[in-house]
């Protein structure tokens, strides 16, 4: 293929699109959910941080054959639902994250609430969404010791990515804040508000009593 | 309506259809019997269709009162099968009087048995599925006693004569393996050598993954894989070098290298191989 991306097959009817970055990844993603019903028919297309796998594809080869002319560009678009997320900054890590930027806490929360941040992939759990959009410079490590439990709602931070937990789980993540928002609800439709494309806004407002 | 109700509800014995597509992008698994051959033989001899939702149990079986006439057939691990206290076939369809009380005992070998009742199980749907999927606690809870599990509407006479081939026990469980996509990250040698490496089945496999026991599998590279999509059968490798094979409930995506995909079909045995069972990985060559 062109353009910084590269097949690899896995198993006996799915291939790995294996992108340079996340930014051409979710390009990658849009093009094929875009482009879908000129496919040989694909069971699953899943997302992840630089790839992009196709599952279940009735015809393999006329599919890599399709794809390897495909141009696929470092702007995905930027047209997907928006879904604003209103949170109370008061998460454990907060301040944490605040020294690692140099910043005062209230300088943190204008940071982490300023971009429009988008889902690139999902994972982890139901609902949990990879929100890219803060920049590099702001890149935080995981926690040395995950925690066994993280509340429903944590709006969290690590890596490039930012999420916020569906539900009650362990994890790793710097926690800065909560909301209150059913990200996840397998009984509505849609179950997930955060799909990937979705773009995401968080709104800081006051904890709740 | 029909149903059962759960009397005694084994270790761990959950519903189960063919799981859920479509939605891993969501990040939810596929969940989904494990024996899939021996779900869709238990439908079959009940007269449903392939993907009616039944019963899994795991290793020690389960009990169910038929709320009213019900037929059944139990497939997968041999196990003794009694209604109303006295045995019956395994391997057929069974009839269950009013009141009567259908017992799946302890697996004879093999580890997960199957209970299809004409009509199938009826619990509500969920995202095109009404599967338990125990990695994400979706789909119905695992059965506990007292639980009733309503009963589909029969959709005619179920077949009078069928034949479920019975699976030779697995003494060794040989898994063939398709290299890729990520058996780059380790050495050739290492590769090579997975085709005659010893490996055992490892107590802590449950839906979500088979795992090993067994020679650590040297990388050729360090760092960190970033997260990808998982497929059914994918052989991941996590830093203590023992491979893991991914079942039905595994995650969508997953951050350790994939050296290699066992092939759909040969995943059955895969879930019925016990803990300590020997294992054999067979290269195929992509």
């Known amino acids: 293929m062109r353009d910084g991306l590269a097949l690899r097959p896995v198993g006996e009817d799915a291939l790995l699109v294996e992108a340079d970055c996340t930014e051409r990844a979710e390009s990658l993603y849009a093009h094929l959910l875009a482009r879908r019903s000129e496919l040989p028919e694909i069971t699953e297309i899943v997302p992840a941080a630089r790839t992009v796998l196709l599952d279940g594809i009735a015809d393999r080869a006329a599919l890599a054959r399709q794809l390897a002319d495909w141009q696929v560009s470092l702007h995905p678009p930027a047209d997907g639902p928006l879904v604003e997320v209103p949170t109370a900054y008061d998460g454990a890590d907060l301040p944490e994250v605040a020294a690692l930027w140099d910043v005062s806490v209230e300088a943190a929360v204008r940071i982490h609430a300023a971009p429009e941040y988008r889902v690139a992939f999902c994972g982890f759990a139901p609902g949990f969404g990879y929100l890219t959009g803060l920049p590099a410079r702001y890149e935080v490590p995981r926690r040395d010791t995950p925690r066994s439990s993280v509340p429903a709602g944590a709006v969290a931070l690590a890596g490039p990515f930012t999420g916020v937990y569906p539900r009650s789980s362990p994890g790793g993540w710097q926690l800065l804040g909560r909301t209150t928002l059913a990200l996840w609800d397998a009984r509505r439709e849609p179950a997930a508000l955060l799909a990937p494309g979705v773009r995401v806004r968080f709104l800081p407002v006051r904890a709740p009593r | ?286």
Do not use: K
């Open chain 2, 1 to 286: 309506m029909t149903a059962l109700q759960v009397v005694r509800a084994g270790p761990l014995t959950t519903v189960q259809d063919l799981g859920r597509r479509g939605v891993a992008h969501l990040g939810v698994p596929r969940a989904g019997a494990l024996d899939e051959p021996a779900l869709r033989a238990a439908n079959r001899l009940v007269g449903n269709a392939p993907g009616a939702a039944g019963l899994e149990t795991t290793l020690g079986g389960v009990a169910l009162r038929a709320t009213a006439a019900a037929v059944v057939a139990v497939t997968g691990a041999p196990a003794p099968v009694r209604v109303a206290g006295r045995p019956a076939a395994w391997g057929a369809p069974v009839g269950v009087p009013a009141g009567a009380v259908v017992e799946i005992g302890a697996a004879t070998y093999g580890v997960r048995s199957y209970l299809a009742v004409a009509g199938g199980i009826a619990v509500p749907e969920l995202l095109g599925s009404r599967s338990a999927d125990l990695l994400s606690g979706l789909g119905p809870a695992p059965l506990a006693v007292g639980d009733l599990l309503p009963v589909g509407q029969a959709a005619g006479p179920y077949p009078p004569v069928d034949l479920v081939p019975l699976p030779a026990p697995p003494g060794e469980l040989v898994l063939r393996l398709r290299l890729g996509p990520r058996a780059d990250w380790f050495t050739a040698e290492a590769v090579a050598g997975l085709a005659r490496s010893r490996y055992q089945v490892a107590e802590a496999s449950n839906r979500i993954a088979l795992r090993t026991e067994g020679p650590a599998l040297a990388r050729a590279r360090e760092g960190e894989l970033p997260s990808e999509g998982m497929v059914l059968g994918a052989v991941q490798v996590p830093p203590d070098g023992r491979p893991v094979v991914f079942l039905a409930d595994h995650p969508t995506t997953g951050g350790y290298p994939v050296v290699g995909v066992v092939p759909g079909p040969d995943l059955a045995a895969a879930a019925q191989a016990r803990p300590g069972t020997p294992i054999r990985f067979a290269l195929l060559r992509a």
